[in-house]
């Protein structure tokens, strides 16, 4: 059986990765270099969720900042960083924390009744995912039945 510390032993690794050239603006230099990470922790998460709210780009800015080890870097920092470098990097945090999604992990999800049923309601009434997660099971099951049998609301 795993003991607590064998379960928090894993947010104090690091990884080393690497940083080609191309990203970096040194046509000059061939070389790249290396950066260091840690996997995001539920509280990294939180605090980023609530201070990104719904705005995507903080977010992925917020994360990149939270893992970066070396060279520690402010948020502003990382929001003056090239895209494709933020985007490699939040490609790593993900991976490294265990929350990247993997095409066969996101066409299950697609597959999954509730998400055919927010689809479907979505494409039939027009309703953004906002209003279809205010829903009840009920509501939907109620809103999927009219479909079936023809009705609008």
């Known amino acids: 059986m795993l003991s607590a510390e064998d379960l928090l032993a894993g947010a104090s690794l690091t990884w080393e990765v690497e940083v080609p050239a191309a990203l970096l603006g040194r046509s000059p230099d061939p ?7 840690r996997p995001l922790t539920v509280q990294d998460l939180q605090v980023v969720s609530r201070a990104a ?3 995507d780009q903080l977010l992925a800015t917020l994360m990149v900042q939270r893992a970066l080890v070396e060279p520690e870097m402010g948020a502003a920092q990382v929001a003056a960083l ?3 470098l933020v985007q490699l990097l939040l490609d790593h945090v993900q991976r490294i924390s265990g929350i990247s999604a993997e095409a066969e992990d996101l066409a299950e999800a697609a ?6 049923a927010a689809f479907l309601l979505a494409r039939e009434f027009g309703w953004t995912p906002a209003e279809i997660q205010e829903l009840t099971l009920g509501q939907v099951l109620l809103h999927l039945q009219m479909l079936k049998q023809g009705a609008r609301p």
């Open 31 to 37: 070389q790249g270099g290396t950066v260091r990470l």
């Open 53 to 55: 709210k719904e705005n």
């Open 82 to 84: 090239p895209v494709g």
């Open 111 to 116: 597959e999954a009744p509730v998400a055919r």
